[in-house]
C-alpha cells in the first residue's frame, strides 16, 4: 500500500475515536462547539486525496459519511455506535487495498481510448495525409491493454511516441507526466541499446559515416568519418528501422537538468528522416556486434566490436554536437566579426502580453530593441546578419513577421492565409471543389534596415511550426539566404492539446492555408513539405564530420560567415 493511504486510513480512524470521546464529554460540558467535531471525519477523508480518486478507499470515504452522521444525534450511545461503525468501515481499506490487483492501477488502457477519441474527431489533417483511424486502433488498443496489465509507465510513453509518429506530423506529440521521467528515461536507455563506441549519420552522397567515435576504436581503423558500409551484415538504415525509437523520432536532450530528459518530435519531411536514418543502428546488437568499413588504404575491413555500456549518451551527444545552435539566449545577439552579427531565435515569444496577441502591433517593442540594435551594430561597421533558427520550437507567426519586418525588402510582403470556420455546421468551410475557404490574408511591411546587406538563416529539421513560417517567408526575400545541413521540421498548422490522466497529446487542430488556398507547409501523402525547398542544403561530408567531432566547430556557422566573405 501507499503510504499515504496508510497514514490517511489511521488518521480517520483515530478521528473516530476523538469522536467516541466528544460524545461522551459533550453531555457533561454543555456547548455547540462540540457539533464542529463530527465534521473532522469528512474532512480527512472525503476531499480528493494526493494520489487522485481510489476506488479500493470506498469503504474509507462511507466510514467518513457513517461517522459524521453523529452530527445529528442527540443520544450520546447513537454518537458512539456511528463512530465506531465509521472506524470499522474504515479499516476495511486495508484488506480491500491490498487484495485489490487494480489497487491504485493508473488507467493506461483508459487514456488510449480518450485520447484517441479526441484526435480523431478533431485532428484537421487527417484528409490530407490519408490517416486510417481504424487500422491505428487495431495496432495500438492491443499495445496499450498490455501496457495497462503491466502498469509499465515507460512502455506507455514509448508507445505514444510511437503513435504519434504515424502522423509524421511535428505538432503531434506526448506530454508524459514529470513524476514519470525517471521510468521513461529508464525505458528509453534500454530501448536504444548498447554503445560499441560510435554513432552512425547518414552523408549527403548516401554513405554512412562513423561519427562521436571512441578512441579505443582507433586499433581497429576506425575514426570520425569512416564510410561503415554493413552492421550485423545490413545496412545501418535497415538496421535503425528495427530500433524501437525509430519511429519515435526523439532528438532532443536537456543536460542543464538534474535529469536526463527527451523531447520527442517527428519528421514530416521524409528528407529529413533521411537524413538521421543511420543513428539509431549503432545501438542494435547484443554482447557483440560485426561491422564492415572502409579502411584508410581503401580496403573493406570487418571487424567484432563488444559493447562498453548503453547507447543513450553518445546518442545524445552526438544529436547536441549536429544539432545546437549559437549558445545564447533567446533573441540575444552576438557579433561575430566586424561586419557580421548573430541573431539567436530559440522560439518564437517576446514576453506574455504579445504571444497571446493576434495582432502584429503587440511586437513593436520587439522590433524596436531590434531596430535600435541594428543600428547600433551598423555604426561599428556590421553590414550582415545571421540569424540562428536551429532548435527553434516555434511560437507566435506574428512574431514572426515583426522579426522579418526588419530586414525584409521595402514594400508589402505575404505571410499565410486563415482558414474560415463555419459556426452553423461546426467545421472548417470548403468549396464546392473540397478545397478550404480562403480567410483574412496575413501580411507584413519590410523596412530593409540593413539596406545592402545580407541575411542567412540557418535551420535544421527541429526548427518547427513558426520556424517553419519564417523559412518559406525568408527563401522568398531576394535579400535572404536559407542554409542547413536539412530543411525544417515542415509543420505550421495551430495546435490544440488534450489532457487525460497520465499526459497529455498535442495535435493540428486549426487550419493555415498558403496563397493559393492549399495547406501551408505540412506534407501529405506525399511526405514532402512546402518548406525548404529554397534551403541551401550544406552537404554533410567527412569535412563536415571532422569540423563537427574532431575540432568542435559549429560548421553550418562557419559555412555562413564563409558564404557572406563571398
Known sequence: MKLWDIIRICVCIASCGILWWAAGRSEKVKSPKWRRLWLLAPLLALPIDKLGPELSMIPLYIGAVAAFFGFFMQKKQAKRGLALAGAACMALSFPVCLLNPRYRARDFKGDFEKLYSCMREHYVLTEYKGTDWDA???????????????????????????????????????????????????????????????????????????????????????????????????????????????????????????????????????????????????????????????????????????QTGDYFDRFTDTLDIISSGVNIGNLQWKKLSDTVACLRIKGMSFDSKSYSSSDDDAYNEMKDEIRETILRYQSEGVKDVIIDLRNNVG???????????????????????????????????????????????????????????????????????????????????????????????????????????????????????????????????????????????VDFDSEAIHALFDSNEDYLLDTALEMLKK
Open 136 to 306: 491505428l486502433y487495431d495496432k495500438y488498443q492491443p499495445i496499450f491493454e498490455d501496457i495497462d496489465n503491466r502498469q509499465d509507465s515507460g512502455a506507455n510513453a514509448i508507445a505514444w511516441g510511437k503513435f504519434c509518429g504515424e502522423f509524421h506530423d511535428g505538432h503531434v506529440g506526448y506530454v508524459y507526466k514529470k513524476e514519470d521521467v525517471g521510468n521513461v528515461n529508464k525505458a528509453l536507455r534500454k530501448a536504444l541499446g548498447n554503445d560499441y563506441g560510435l554513432a552512425i549519420m547518414h552523408c549527403t552522397d548516401g554513405s554512412f559515416a562513423a561519427v562521436n567515435v571512441d578512441d579505443c576504436l582507433a586499433a581497429y581503423g576506425i575514426h570520425n568519418g569512416t564510410v561503415i558500409t554493413s552492421w550485423d551484415g545490413k545496412v545501418p538504415d535497415e538496421v535503425s528501422k528495427s530500433s524501437p525509437l525509430y519511429d519515435c523520432n526523439i532528438f532532443s536532450y536537456n543536460k542543464n537538468t538534474e535529469e536526463e530528459n527527451f523531447d520527442i518530435g517527428s519528421f514530416p519531411d521524409i528528407d529529413n528522416e533521411i537524413f538521421w536514418s543511420g543513428i539509431f543502428a549503432a545501438g542494435i546488437g547484443g554482447e557483440n556486434v560485426e561491422i564492415t568499413f572502409i579502411a584508410d588504404d581503401a580496403s573493406q575491413q570487418t571487424v567484432k566490436l563488444t
Open 395 to 537: 511560437g507566435s507567426p506574428h512574431m514572426v513577421n515583426g522579426v522579418l519586418s526588419m530586414f525584409a525588402p521595402k514594400g508589402n510582403h505575404y505571410s499565410l492565409t486563415n482558414a474560415v470556420w463555419d459556426k452553423e455546421k461546426n467545421c472548417w468551410a470548403k468549396n464546392e471543389d473540397g478545397s478550404y475557404v480562403r480567410g483574412e490574408d496575413i501580411t507584413f511591411q519590410g523596412e530593409e534596415l540593413l539596406g545592402d546587406g545580407r541575411i542567412i538563416i540557418i535551420v535544421n529539421s527541429r526548427s518547427v511550426s513558426a520556424a517553419d513560417m519564417m523559412t518559406k517567408e525568408a527563401e522568398s526575400l531576394d535579400n535572404m539566404t536559407v542554409i542547413g545541413f536539412t530543411g525544417p521540421n515542415g509543420s505550421s498548422q495551430a495546435v490544440g492539446m488534450k489532457a487525460a490522466q497520465n499526459g497529455s497529446i498535442s495535435f493540428s487542430n486549426c487550419i493555415v492555408l498558403d496563397k493559393d488556398g492549399s495547406i501551408m507547409i505540412d506534407s501529405g501523402t506525399d511526405r514532402q513539405c512546402s518548406d525548404g525547398d529554397g534551403v541551401q542544403i
